[in-house]
């Protein structure tokens, strides 16, 4: 039973670190982070989406990936925040992936493959809605801004990495914050909720008005 179990952890962490790595190649291309030169169509969840073709970035994308997933399997992600930076490291922009995991065993399911269709369909809305999310942030950023990856974990799951191997191999830094946004200069755009009975995840994007 505990072999099946987590097997499905697995399953749903492949899933979810999949959709996230989707989502953080269209942000960096509707928000301008690198040059469109650097992105090539591709397909994913049936749709076209643009995906960033620099070794670099992209071995930094699958590395953050190789921790979020270790932490899916955990059920020890709160959210996952993709913020962009002025040169400065002043935040203008955070995306946030707020995860709260059904615990319910895929294989309750009567029809697995209606259930995974299902997910596939909540996706593919979620990456469609981020896709055309740059036309509701009218804020136009300055020039050279960056970006950088947050995952916000427990405790006892941080300390954890410091005997992941994979995560030794890409040390995270722990914060408390990182120049979080002030309350009464920003606003929330919520973007999409993912809502299927494996998955419950709130997408939204917080903005710095200043």
């Known amino acids: 039973t ?10 749903r962490a492949d899933i979810i670190c999949e959709f996230l790595e989707v989502s953080f190649h269209i942000i960096l291309y ?6 469109h030169a650097l992105f090539q169509p591709r ?5 076209p989406v643009q995906m960033c073709c620099h070794p670099e970035l992209n071995q930094y994308i699958r590395d953050t990936l190789k921790t979020i997933r270790s932490l899916l399997i955990m059920d020890a992600i709160e959210s996952v925040v993709l913020s962009i930076i002025t040169p400065e490291h002043k935040t203008l922009e955070k995306f946030s992936f707020s995860m709260q995991h059904m615990k319910h065993d895929i294989s309750q399911h009567s029809n697995e493959d209606r259930h995974l269709l299902d997910i596939e369909e909540s996706l593919r809305a979620a990456l469609l809605k981020i896709n055309i999310c ?3 942030l009218t804020k136009q950023l300055p020039p050279n801004c960056s970006f950088t990856i947050l995952i916000h974990t427990t405790k006892e799951a941080a300390a954890s990495l410091d005997h992941d191997q ?6 995270w830094i722990e914060v408390d914050s990182m120049d979080p946004l002030e309350p009464n200069n920003t606003h929330i755009l919520p973007l999409r909720t993912v ?10 994007v917080e903005l710095n008005d200043t």
């Open 43 to 47: 397909r994913k969840y049936n749709i």
């Open 195 to 204: 809502n299927t009975s494996w998955i419950n995840m709130s997408i939204h």
């Open 30 to 35: 509707i928000r301008d982070i690198y040059p």
């Open 2 to 11: 505990f072999i099946i179990m987590d097997s499905h952890k697995e399953a």
């Open 134 to 136: 740059d036309t509701m």
């Open 166 to 171: 994979q995560a030794q191999a890409f040390p």
